[in-house]
Structures are given as C-alpha cells and as structure tokens.
C-alpha cells in the first residue's frame, strides 16, 4: 500500500535575476494501483514536479507539502526518500564513467534494502531483467550509461526499475527518444512493475504514444506550473487532437 501526496506546491529555483517561481500551486494524490499521466507543453513545471518529489537540491520548496504514507518527504534525504520507496527515472540519465552497471545495480539494491542480495541469485536476476528488456547481458560489465544510446539507456531505467522495485515510479518523459520498438519494450517494463503489487506510477510525457501502451487511470493537464485540467484516458486524446491552446490561453 502506498499514497503519494502533493498539496498546494510551490516551488522556485534560482536565477540571475533571483528566485522564479516554478510550481505554483501544485495538488495531486497517487495511490497504489493507479497510473496518472501529467502532459503539458514545454517549461509548464513537469520536470521541476519529478526533481522536487525525488529532492533535487536545484529546487526550493517556499509552500505545500508531499507526504509518501503519511510521512514527510520534504524532511527525507534524496536516499532516504529512495529507501522509503520513490524512484525517479530521468528524462537524460546521465553518465557515470568508472562504475559498471553491475556493481551499480548492486550498490543501489543493498542500500535500499539494507543488506546485500546474495550474489548467485542477483546475477540471475539482473540478467532476466536485462533479458525481458532485450538489453545484452554485456551491458552489465559497462560503465553506467557510457556510450549507451538513448534506447540503452532508458532500458537500463527499467533495469532499475524491475530491480529495485519502488512503492512509486515517477517517470520523466521515459519515450522521450525511442523508436517503436524500444517504446513498446520500455511500456511492457512499465506494465510489469504495475502488475507486480500495488504500484504508483506518475508518467510525465508531451505526446499520447506511449499511453497507447500504458493505459492511464488518469489525465492531468499542465500548464504554467499548475494543474490546469484533470480527466481519464480521453483527456489525451483531446490534447492530441486539439493541443494546449485553449488552457495556455486561460493561464495568461
């Protein structure tokens, strides 16, 4: 069981001319079982909503809260909030030269759970995790995204993903840059961790494509760091028929 909510929030970060708000009042409830979606065009606050509720230090929190079971997450560190339960996958995972894929999948396991997983068995499953994302078990032995493609690299988060098993995924703009096939791949990942116990997922994206492969229970609207409209699986297809326009238009 697992309720990830956000109230009223509202986030800056800092600029040359000082603080900009980005989140301006931001409320959404994510319980398990259930997948939201949040579309938005360009610079509305999707992002900056991903990095807050994972803590990304670039981001303040003036107002609101986020609660994960009824706990504070704004109190937690990045790897507490990690061990509570929270997982972020990133719109471009970045690069980490000198630390191969295992023993970074090892390294994160053991720090969640708090022991490490027997050897034996943690090959055999980072390998049929890797196997069910058609991904070479090679991969393995590589440094952490180095040279991976940007299919690579959002296989290796649903790698992740399987392995750690979160109570919530928060999942920034993960189509961003398939082609079809890694797109399908990447939603059956998505689908899978859904379907193994009770399981929140937030799905940031700009475009209706993958939500042909992952059905939403739920449609958010962003717009100018709020929530502009909430709806079901139909409201996508109202923005992919009529695009934005009219709630950019309300939020001037």
């Known amino acids: 069981m697992a309720t990830l909510e956000i109230k009223d929030l509202h986030v800056s970060v800092e600029t040359e001319d000082g603080p900009k708000e980005i989140l301006k009042g931001v409320n959404l409830t994510i319980k398990d079982g259930e997948t939201h979606a949040i579309m938005g065009p360009n610079g509305s606050g999707k992002s900056t909503l991903a990095y807050t509720i994972s803590g990304h230090p670039k981001y303040t929190v003036t107002s609101g809260s986020i609660t994960l079971d009824g706990v504070d ?20 995972p970045v690069e980490v030269p000198g630390v191969s894929v295992s023993n970074f999948l090892r390294t994160a396991k053991t720090a969640i759970d708090g022991e490490a997983p027997k050897l034996r068995t943690w090959v055999k499953d980072v390998n049929a995790a890797m196997d069910r994302v058609k991904m070479d078990t090679a991969f393995a032995s590589r440094n952490v995204n180095e040279g991976f493609s940007g299919g690579e690299k959002k296989r290796h988060e649903i790698v992740q993903l399987e392995l750690l098993d979160p109570k919530v995924a928060v999942l920034d703009e993960t189509d961003s840059g398939l ?5 399908k791949i990447v939603s059956e990942g998505v689908n899978r961790f859904k379907e193994n116990g009770d399981k929140g997922v937030l799905l940031i994206t700009h475009y209706t494509r993958i939500l042909r492969y ?21 409201l996508a297809d109202e923005l992919e028929a009529n695009g934005y326009d ?7």
């Open 214 to 234: 992952i059905t939403p229970d739920f449609v958010h609207v962003f717009v100018n760091g709020q929530v502009a409209e909430e709806g079901g699986p139909e």
């Open 179 to 183: 082609d079809i096939d890694a797109l």
């Open 246 to 252: 009219k709630y950019v238009s309300a939020a001037v």
């Open 73 to 92: 997450v704004l109190e937690m560190s990045v790897d507490e909030r990690a061990r509570a339960g929270l997982f972020l996958a990133m719109q471009y």
